[in-house]
């Protein structure tokens, strides 16, 4: 616009003329929702679910046009931070729908009953959905037996706050039902659903976040192989959502790393970095507690002696070596600050960074490129039909 401001419009596409309605306005940008498309994109198509825009805003674009705005925003992005970079190598997901072995679902109810609901995108409305064709089917099958059991028990959608859903390859599902209320029904055991955490969640903060376990019922654990090695976790776990894209990333890993390495993994999760590893030594850095046990287990069963911190990464820089490999699997946020330092001053000899936020990624790469040449990019399509995007950089210490 004349005065600077950028307008960010869904549903639209590059080349179209669209018809849009202002939804959120900034200083500096406008979010806008197309309603009306005037002239097509030929790259447009017709998206699988009715409010697509909350979870898969890109069914509108081919995959190879997806593939391809991939592969822009990260060159951009690196261009933009100066960064010396060799050719990115992009790899696509097989699968295009049902890839998702996790979803979080809210909830609605009517005079027809308890329904499955997501937020509108840029709206803090919630919408009636039936699941999404991203998810796994059997996670949709076990939410609607959830459904079922709840409105069984007479539980109100004004009680409820979200359920968290996991899937493994075996289609066993494991729930986190989150409620506004301590006092919470009794519930059976849904069909279709091996176990079931109900959480208290503080009701005064609109976040699903546990307050207190009021109980489980059946089995909350999960497991899956990778690389032909099997990993438990549950429901709450941090682990991957697309596994087919995420043994790709870990042939990458393996193959960067020396048997004799020593292996630093932060933000480890389960361990399933860390201990896909043939390393000798291995060390784990996670800061939740029930990850970090699933870690535990993990390594236990794999008979790897692992040794396994329970910190956040920025609170224990002893660790980041000067030898072996150091991995990092940051939230969107990045790297902190400290452990970008910790890292130029220690220059391990190699850098593995597996990045959800491509911003994020250039910036830490900008701050680490006094000491680190950048020896392979590779972008994943793990979450195909969305803009969310998943990198994987190695990096080696100039002059070695």
């Not at 409010?51 to 069914?59: E, G, K, M, N, R």
């Not at 699933?294 to 820089?317: H, P, Q």
């Not at 593995?352 to 490129?369: E, H």
């Amino acid at each position: 616009m004349d005065n600077g401001q950028v307008i960010f419009v869904w549903n639209a596409l590059p080349g179209e003329t669209v018809r849009f309605r202002i939804v959120k306005q900034k200083r500096s940008y406008i979010e806008a929702i197309a309603e009306e498309i005037i002239i097509r994109s030929p790259e447009r198509e017709i998206p699988q679910d009715d409010i697509f825009l909350s979870t898969a805003p890109w069914q509108i674009l081919s995959s190879e046009g997806e593939n391809r705005a991939r592969l822009a925003i990260v060159e951009e992005l690196m261009r933009s931070a100066k960064i010396t970079i060799p050719a990115i190598s992009y790899h696509d997901s097989i699968k295009k729908l049902h890839y998702r072995n996790k979803m979080e679902y809210g909830f609605w109810g009517d005079d027809h009953g308890l329904h499955l609901a997501l937020h509108g995108r840029a709206t803090h409305l919630k919408q009636v959905v039936t699941g999404s064709s991203l998810a796994m089917p059997a996670i949709d099958t076990a939410a609607h037996a959830l459904l079922a059991e709840l409105m069984r028990s007479g539980v109100r959608a004004a009680d409820l706050k979200s359920v968290v859903i996991r899937a493994s390859r075996q289609d066993k599902v494991a729930m986190s039902l989150f409620t506004k209320r301590s006092d919470f029904a009794k519930l059976h055991l849904p069909d279709k659903v091996q176990g079931l955490n109900v959480y208290y969640s503080d009701h005064k903060s609109p976040a699903s976040v546990a307050t207190k376990l009021l109980v489980t019922l059946g089995d909350t654990t999960l497991s899956d192989e990778l690389m032909g090695r099997g990993f438990w976790y549950g429901p709450d776990s941090f682990f991957q959502v697309n596994l087919d894209v995420f043994e790709q990333v870990l042939q990458k890993i393996k193959g960067s790393i020396d048997a004799t390495d020593l292996v630093v993994d932060m933000y480890s999760g389960v361990g399933t970095i860390g201990l896909s590893m043939d390393s000798a030594e291995v060390e784990l850095v996670e800061i939740n507690d029930g990850s970090s046990s699933y870690a535990a287990r993990n390594a236990e069963n794999l008979n790897i002696k692992a040794k396994i911190t329970v910190a956040s990464s920025e609170t224990v820089l002893d660790l980041i070596p000067s030898r072996g490999c150091i991995i990092f699997d940051p939230p969107r946020a990045g790297l902190h600050h400290k452990i970008i330092d910790r890292l130029l001053s220690q220059r391990p000899q190699r850098i593995v960074y597996l990045s959800c936020n491509p911003a994020t990624l250039a910036r830490d790469m900008g701050l680490l490129k006094a000491e680190y040449n950048i020896d392979s990019l590779d972008v994943y399509n793990f979450f195909p039909k969305t803009p969310h995007i998943e990198s994987l950089v190695i990096l080696s210490p100039k002059g070695n």
